[in-house]
């Protein structure tokens, strides 16, 4: 008996057999594919947070200390006033016609040296302190030049800075021997040679400075006019050229801040009497 009425054609479709060597990307790995621009935002996010943060905490004055504050205030013989570029202290009467311009060290804020400014103004020099920005002299070591237009009744100056701030004044300085004729360097040394310059110049540092070896070093030494007096406050560190706190890496000092800086604002003030006429 023949069965053939029961016999099926083979079924034929469009769907040819995959090749075994061709691979075709799995629906599930599309969005893993997509994930990575997400990933990437993510970390670059992160990476800027962090360098914002970062930053925010390398620029970040240091804090001052009631006196520095207090300093900023007219007294019976020393009138104060901020006049938006930098802090002015002039001598009530009798004023001398050598003024004194101060760069602030890095991050330290300019009122941290208002009270030696004060000292110095007592003492009949009218006194200013530069405004830098971001508390960084390096940002506007020019600042001078507007302090001294601001005041033409002044006719000598004696530059000073501690610091990254006296670096700046130094170099300012020798570039401007028409109208500066001292320096005062605190805690602090040229970045180039000026030993050709004619600047009545004083280097005052203290003894556990961190950076005395330095400052004193017979290569600094070679930088700076040959006539330079170097005063040495035994005891004396760094932060307490200033009245701030939280001087990184400074050893702490064995004569108190007020003695340390009395001795600066004398070592000073020998600068402007040499200067003035």
């Known amino acids: 008996m023949s069965h053939s009425r029961y016999h099926r054609p083979p079924m034929t479709t469009n769907h040819q057999t995959p090749d ?7 629906p599930a790995s599309a969005p893993r594919r997509r994930r990575w621009p997400r990933i990437l935002g993510v970390i670059l996010l992160v990476a800027a947070l962090l360098i914002v943060v ?3 905490l390398f620029l970040a004055p240091q804090p001052l200390l009631p006196e520095a504050t207090a300093a900023l205030a007219s007294t019976d013989t020393v009138t104060y006033a901020d006049e938006g570029d930098w802090l002015a202290f002039t001598p009530t009467s009798g004023a001398s016609t050598t003024g004194f311009i101060f760069y602030p060290g890095a991050k330290v804020p300019a009122a941290g040296y208002a009270p030696a400014a004060q000292a110095i103004a ?3 020099y009218p006194a200013f302190i530069a405004e830098m920005p971001l508390n960084l002299a390096i940002l506007d070591g020019n600042a001078a030049a507007d ?7 002044v006719e000598t100056w004696v530059l000073a800075g501690h610091s990254l701030g006296g670096v700046m004044a130094a170099g300012y300085a020798a570039d401007h021997q028409d109208a500066v004729g001292g320096l005062a360097l605190w805690a602090s040394y040229p970045s180039g ?3 050709s310059a004619d600047l009545v110049t004083s280097s005052i540092y203290g003894t556990l400075d961190a950076g005395a070896e330095r400052i004193t070093s017979a290569e600094t030494r ?13 005891g004396g560190n760094h932060e307490q050229m200033g009245w701030y706190t939280g001087q990184p890496n400074d050893p702490p000092a064995t004569i108190s801040r007020a003695d340390q800086q009395a001795l600066v604002v004398a070592a000073t003030l020998d600068v ?3 200067v003035a006429p």
């Open 20 to 26: 075994p060597l061709v691979t075709t990307a799995s």
């Open 54 to 56: 970062g930053g925010a």
């Open 122 to 124: 007592a003492a009949g």
């Open 147 to 153: 302090i001294q237009a601001a005041h033409p009744e």
């Open 193 to 195: 040679d000026i030993s």
């Open 222 to 234: 070679t930088t700076l006019p040959t006539a330079t007096t170097f005063v040495s406050i035994e």
């Open 272 to 274: 402007l009497e040499a």
